[in-house]
């Protein structure tokens, strides 16, 4: 049987101002595991920071407790706000704006802040294309999974319109 076509799932975030973090709106849901992803299932509305210095993603010990989430594991975590030695870890689902899904990924539970449900780390950023751009004054923030096969290239485009702008002032 041929391998099943994986289709991107994306979203685009365009902020009013020029921000200092990344907050997303987000859903967490239990986790599907060998059950065909369901949109209508029970979820949980959550506020989802992003966070390119941390390995892992993390919810909060609240949230879980909340979602009364079935305790798979325990590791490890040091963070900002965190040091556990055995925190708890739970698979959930992850909903993200524009309908964009990642099923059962494992999160621990630990102190990420007060303003947050969900801490997005690099276990979730890495594999994908993450793009924060701050022309005019605004951020704009766009994610996509799978990564492309032909991704932004800044230093090839700076130099287009380098190229470009020397040209018309010769």
Not at 56 to 84: R, W
Not at 118 to 130: A, K, N, V
Request: some cysteine.
């Amino acid at each position: 049987m041929a391998n099943p076509i994986r289709l991107h799932q994306a979203f685009h975030v365009d902020y009013k101002a020029l921000v200092p973090a990344l907050y997303t709106p987000s859903r967490l849901m239990l986790a599907s595991l060998n059950q065909p992803f369901d949109p209508q299932r029970q979820f949980f509305d959550t506020r989802a920071l992003w966070d390119t210095g941390a390995t892992s993603t993390m919810i909060t010990h609240e949230i879980a407790k909340k979602m009364n989430l079935p305790q798979i594991d325990t590791m490890p975590i040091i963070g900002v706000n965190s040091k556990e030695e055995n925190a708890p870890v739970y698979t959930v689902d992850l909903l993200l704006p524009m309908g964009a899904t990642i099923t059962n990924i494992m999160v621990a539970a630990g102190n990420i802040g007060t303003d947050i449900d969900i801490l997005i780390g690099m276990d979730i950023i890495q594999i994908s294309d993450f793009n924060i751009s701050n022309a005019g004054g605004k951020t704009k923030f766009s994610w996509c999974v799978p990564p492309h096969e032909n991704p932004i290239n800044l230093v090839e485009k700076a130099n287009k319109v380098n190229e470009r702008l020397s040209k018309k002032h010769r």
